[in-house]
């Protein structure tokens, strides 16, 4: 009978990622990965340039 009464009892925690913090801790995320992703392909495109040419 106790856990029937504990389960009531339970406080709604709010959903992770829902903050704003969350949010923008992705963002910051995401625009960090853009910019490997931006550095790695110029890192590329000099190292043909410079093999090729």
Do not use: H, Y
């Amino acid at each position: 009978m106790n856990q029937i009464d504990t389960t009531e009892k339970l406080v709604e925690v709010p959903e992770p990622g829902s903050s704003p913090f969350a949010l923008c801790g992705l963002g910051v995320a995401g625009i960090a990965m853009l910019g490997w992703i931006c550095a790695l392909a110029w890192i590329a495109w000099r190292l043909a340039d410079w093999l090729l040419f």
